[in-house]
């Protein structure tokens, strides 16, 4: 009876110390008062939409990744009912080399085509999923679209990955059912799937016995084959065809009416706002946008604004148009941007793949009497130097415009990092050119007295963490910036 009692005690005492390490960190200098949020922009006095563009992370497996955010601010700030986010459509990237029936990319893995027919090639289409919802005591339509990326790396990650390494550590039989899924539309039409392997082939693979551990296999599987692919695949070559795709997106999004999606009809808010005759407007400030990135989709976010040059005589006219008119979405949306939150972030450790060239002469190095080095070939993604000063001066040029007279009026943009120091896939934000960054350091899951915290909670939580969600959305900050 003792010995059970004490137990039990045990116990007790270790739930509690857990529970105890759970607690966010202190903001001793209330440092986060002068930031802005979501909810005071859901307050504008002209009641103007609200748009979150929210691009989740690595290791997608469906639609869906923003569902975390949506319940949380429903849940945890008690500000909606997770019924009251609507479902207002699902549009995919179809023009240029996303339209029907044109070739796909040829792209090659080790001799391999990536995408062997126009069938595999729409599949891979990446889409956007509007849901929108009034929040209590806001009174502005909030918007939250979420630009799903994924679909583009299912076929290199199922063949060239997921595959061989069932024969080799064992088979993932969670992701053999999703690289093996009938071909078609989901029913609440939220993306695509297609069979990336044959049933039979998914059955064969799972039949293997596996010959890693199962730790050091699951972790391989999970984190490696699965979600370091997507980082890698997007500082390569596929990160034009990213771009394109996002922003595709993006402009999507731009031309969704909030109003209209009260409609019963399917896709009734597409391509309703005429964000063009806004473009060059200096009167009001008519939508607002907050990006929200998890992970990898913070930098896919910034990649939108790289320019390149589309007077390529190999490029038709339409296609010149059509890039003209996606760049003119992307400065649009970019100059109504005032925050930028992201959710864990892997930009120091991406950024070391694209190397800046300093101009000649700007000193620092040294030539010792060697020969000049090479020429060293543009990167096709630019560096998140410019991408974030190009951010800056858009949406300070507009500002500037829509309050000429009134300088203290002006907002300026934030870049907001969070970072649970236990997660092993975030690093800090360091200052950007003239963008403040505010790093702040936030706790997503308990800690087993300093030793553990659950790597997948870690990275994966920021979401329904409550100290976050409050400086997105209230001014509370109990949170602590470094």
């Not at 391999?112 to 009174?139: I, S």
């Not at 999703?178 to 078609?184: E, H, I, L, N, R």
């Not at 997660?423 to 960054?437: A, C, H, S």
Request: with cysteine.
């Amino acid at each position: 009876m003792y010995r059970t009692i004490r137990v039990v005690f045990i116990l007790f005492g270790i739930s509690w110390g857990i529970r105890a390490q759970a607690k966010t960190v202190a903001d001793p200098d209330d440092a986060l008062n002068s930031l802005a949020s979501i909810g005071d922009s859901l307050n504008a006095p002209d009641h103007h939409p609200v748009h979150i563009l929210y691009v989740p992370g690595i290791g997608q497996v469906s639609a869906g990744g923003s569902a975390l955010l949506r319940n949380s601010i429903c849940t945890r700030l008690r500000l909606c009912a997770a019924s009251d986010w609507k479902n207002a459509g699902v549009e995919f990237a179809d023009k240029g080399e996303f339209s029907p029936d044109v070739q796909p990319p040829t792209l090659e893995y080790l001799g391999a085509p990536v995408w062997r027919n126009e069938q595999e090639w729409q599949a891979a289409a990446p889409f956007v999923v509007h849901w929108v919802v009034h929040l209590r005591n806001h009174p502005s339509p909030l918007v939250l679209d979420e630009i799903n990326w994924w679909p583009l790396m299912l076929s290199i990650k199922c063949r060239h990955l997921v595959a061989p390494e069932a024969k080799l550590a064992g088979p993932s039989r969670d992701l053999l059912a999703v690289c093996s899924q009938p071909a078609g539309q989901s029913l609440n039409g939220s993306g695509r799937s297609y069979p990336w392997l044959s049933a039979d082939e998914a059955q064969k693979l799972g039949a293997i016995p596996p010959h890693a551990v199962l730790l050091n296999r699951t972790l391989k599987q999970s984190l490696i084959d699965w979600e370091l692919a997507d980082v890698l695949m997007a500082v390569g070559q596929m990160s034009g065809i990213l771009r394109d795709g996002v922003r595709q997106l993006m402009a999507k999004s731009a031309a969704f009416d909030p109003f209209a999606a009260a409609s019963p009809a399917a896709n009734a808010a597409s391509e309703k706002y005429d964000w063009r005759s806004q473009l060059n407007s200096d009167k009001t400030l008519d939508q607002e946008f907050v990006g929200v990135g998890h992970s990898l989709g913070s930098y896919l976010l910034f990649n939108a604004l790289s320019v390149e040059d589309f007077s390529d005589a190999a490029a038709s006219q339409s296609d010149q148009v059509r890039l003209t008119a996606e760049r003119d979405a992307v400065r649009y949306i970019f100059e109504r941007t005032t925050l930028v939150y992201c959710l864990a972030n892997q930009f120091a450790m991406l950024e070391v793949t694209n190397l800046e060239n300093p101009p000649q002469n700007a000193g620092g190095f040294t030539s010792r009497g060697l020969a000049p080095p090479p020429a060293i070939s543009t990167a096709s993604a630019a560096n998140l130097r410019s991408l974030v000063n190009r951010w800056q001066d858009l949406q300070t040029g507009f500002q500037t415009a829509i309050h000429a007279e009134n300088q203290g009026e002006r907002r300026k943009v934030q870049l907001v990092a969070f970072s649970d120091p236990s997660d092993v896939l975030t690093w800090r934000v360091p200052r950007i050119g003239n963008v403040g960054v505010v790093n702040i350091y936030v706790q997503d899951a308990p800690h087993w007295f300093w030793l553990f915290e659950a790597p997948g909670a870690a990275h994966s939580d920021y979401a329904e963490n409550k100290a976050v969600l409050r400086v997105m959305f209230a001014n509370a900050r109990p949170v602590a910036t470094h």
